[in-house]
């Protein structure tokens, strides 16, 4: 997701609930992000694993094809073995590194969704009525379009070099699919959308909610990795479909 339109989603959330979100940016909420935020450098050491897989793989099979007296197909299924990788390999790093984040961005939501209770006291405390009128799902979606996308955005794309933009928008993506699919879920939720009865977390049913949002932010999580990762298994399953079908015509063509 880009920062601009990170920027534009935290104005209008902003201007909606009446609440300034970067208020409540303390030097705890800052440790405890950055540390979190570390994440992303080991999670694309363990994304780069497929494509060497697969490399590895096409040069075993094409050494057995040596091995075994087929010297020309093995030849061949080496070439376009390393060429066809590539698509494959890149496809399943992205797949597996979706996959390989989800424990660290549940962590992040479980982070926003701590703050997010700590804004609701707060604001069914101290708030005014427009801020005391704030839905839970807009306090949630305040706290990750303008306190947590904004230092992710800048912070990976400074720390990892060259595909830094491209694992921000990966991350954006989850964070921000995971929003939308809280807002969907507390719109099921028979609770009010007021803030009204915040002051004390058991008694209070916005709290309530959070309750049982944190209860179930792990199942969220892996959820939306599965959403977000779909696209590119479906493509995937494409490609390795084309390339054995590739790699199937030339054995035919040979022999």
């Known amino acids: 997701m880009r920062l601009d339109s990170i920027q534009k989603r935290a104005k209008g959330i902003q201007e909606k609930t009446g609440i300034d979100f970067s208020q409540y940016k303390d030097e705890a909420w800052a440790e405890q992000l950055s540390e979190l935020l570390r994440f992303p450098q080991y999670a694309i050491k363990t994304a780069i694993q497929p494509p060497i897989l697969l490399l590895v793989i096409v040069i075993v099979l094409s050494v057995i094809c040596f091995q075994t007296g087929h010297g020309a197909f093995g030849t061949v299924f080496l ?82 070099p060259l595909i830094g933009g491209l694992v921000a928008a990966v991350l954006g993506s989850l964070l921000s699919r995971m929003a939308k699919r809280l807002e969907k879920r507390l719109s099921r939720m028979p609770e009010p959308d007021v803030l009204e009865e915040a002051l004390v977390p058991q008694e209070g049913k916005r709290l309530a909610a959070l309750d049982k949002i944190e209860y179930g932010s792990e199942r969220l999580t892996q959820g939306t990795a599965r959403v977000v990762s779909a696209p590119f298994f479906v493509v995937w399953l494409l490609v390795a479909i084309v390339s054995s079908l590739i790699i199937y015509l030339e054995y035919q063509a040979l022999y």
């Open 79 to 160: 070439l376009t073995g390393i060429v066809l990788s590539i698509p494959n390999g890149l496809l399943l790093a992205v797949i597996y590194f979706v996959f390989s984040l989800t424990s660290d961005v549940h962590r992040l939501l479980e982070l926003s969704l701590g703050k997010a209770r700590v804004i609701a006291e707060k604001v069914g405390e101290l708030g005014d009525k427009q801020q005391r009128r704030a839905r839970l799902a807009e306090l949630i979606q305040g706290v990750i379009f303008s306190m947590v996308l904004p230092d992710l955005n800048r912070v990976v794309k400074k720390s990892v």
